[in-house]
């Protein structure tokens, strides 16, 4: 007969110990990569949120001839946007008169359809006021500012911070 001599116990216990050693180090990674995959979900809606508001902020009507401001400004960083003193707005069927509110930039406190524990607001700033917008003063650009806030995840549960994405642009009166 030949040599045909097979495994030990102690190899085949020590192959089996390495193994799960291994197995047990990939199991503990499990929910490190299904938290960064809900953090990029949650980051890229809050992205997404933020952009459609500022495309739609973009497409407003604001001009001056005739005049029909639908874009406004917010008084104070902590309010919404307003039609200015002296302007109004006509969208559609809804018109507007001067310092009302537009209801199409209110904030939104988990009323975003389709996307509950998601906060937005929108800030708009006259860059023809004050220090302007970032040191440019000039009455036909307004900065527009949107914040998308939602409950930040980990690796076992729901955070108790939140996180935000911040988007602006300055728009032009057409």
Do not use: H
């Not at 949107?146 to 980990?154: H, I, K, Q």
Request: with cysteine.
């Amino acid at each position: 007969m030949k040599n045909e001599r097979g495994f030990t116990l102690v190899e085949v216990l020590l192959a089996a110990f390495l193994i799960t050693i291994g197995l047990v180090g990939l199991l503990s990674v499990v929910p490190v990569g299904t938290f960064a995959t809900t953090d990029g979900y949650r980051l890229s809606t809050a992205t997404f949120l933020a952009n459609q508001k500022l495309e739609e902020a973009r497409n407003m009507p604001w001009r001056s001839a005739p005049a029909n401001d639908c874009l406004g400004f917010s008084a104070a960083s902590t309010s919404a946007p307003t039609v200015p003193a002296g302007g109004s707005c006509t969208l559609g069927s809804t018109t507007v008169a001067a310092n009302g509110a537009l209801s199409w930039f209110a904030d939104q406190n988990n009323t975003i359809t389709g996307f509950p524990g998601y906060n937005r607001t929108v800030r708009i700033t006259n860059c023809g006021a004050g220090a302007g917008c970032g040191g440019v003063v000039d009455a036909t650009l307004r900065n527009v500012v949107v914040t998308v806030t939602y409950r930040a995840g980990s690796a076992i549960a729901v955070s108790s911070t939140d996180k935000a994405v911040v988007v602006s642009m300055i728009v032009s009166q057409r």
